[in-house]
């Protein structure tokens, strides 16, 4: 079965300070996976994937598969990034994504 | 190109309706796929279906079923709604062979 798990539900943080997203998953195979946005009254949009390995908005995002994390980073935080964040996993092409339950990110003026 | 549109936008049923949700998909798109969205539970996959055909299917109980017909539209169809079948109805589509989803607005349906 596959499963992803974000630890926290909230982060608030000040403009300028760093970002750190934490999301592990957990599948027997080789997955897919990818960060999705949610901002206040916007539909939930694809911010990136692991296997385009690029920065988007400032945002990056490394595959670990030893510690099977997908960890989503920026260093220096937006007010325009508060949104929640949902990490996600597919196990392949034609396959469901399995999210994880999501995080609300908070950036202060 | 338009977007992944979902009707109707709001619902509210009473507790052993029924309801029938639709989506159509970005044109070109011929996979569809459903989720639920609540706080407990967050996203959850109800099924998927492409060329008319399902695909895959999520843990959720026979009064959750779906179709999709020929020009990639998709309807859901809930029976004997429960109160906790109260949730954000978010649909995706994407092409072929592609993993990228694009997520309509959703419906919100609320179950009295």
């Known amino acids: 079965a596959q499963r992803v798990t974000q630890p926290e539900k909230l982060l608030s943080v000040f403009k300028g300070a760093p970002v750190e997203l934490k999301c592990n998953y957990s599948?027997?195979?080789?997955?897919?996976l990818f960060w999705y946005v949610q901002y206040s009254r916007q539909r939930l949009q694809l911010l990136l994937r692991?296997?385009s390995r690029e920065s988007i908005k400032g945002f990056t995002a490394d595959l670990n598969k030893g510690e099977t994390s997908f960890h989503l980073k920026k260093p220096f935080a937006q007010e325009e990034d508060s949104a929640m964040y949902y990490c996600a996993l597919s196990s392949g092409a034609n396959s469901k994504l399995t999210f994880g339950k999501g995080i609300t990110l908070s950036v202060r003026p | 190109k338009a977007g992944v549109t979902q009707t109707p936008r709001y619902l509210i049923k009473t507790r052993g309706q029924q309801v029938t949700l639709s989506c159509s998909p970005i044109?070109?798109?011929?996979?569809v796929s459903w989720y639920q969205q609540t706080p407990g539970q967050g996203l959850q996959f109800l099924f998927e279906y492409f060329s008319e055909t399902q695909r895959n299917k999520g843990n959720f109980p026979g009064r959750f079923s779906g179709r999709q017909f020929s020009n990639s539209r998709s309807e859901m169809n809930v029976s004997t709604l429960e109160l906790g079948d109260s949730a954000l109805y978010l649909c995706a589509s994407r092409l072929a062979g592609v993993n990228e989803q694009f997520f309509g607005p959703g419906t919100r349906l609320t179950v009295l």
């Open positions: 692991h296997i």
């Open positions: 044109s070109g798109h011929r996979s």
């Open positions: 599948y027997s195979g080789s997955p897919e």
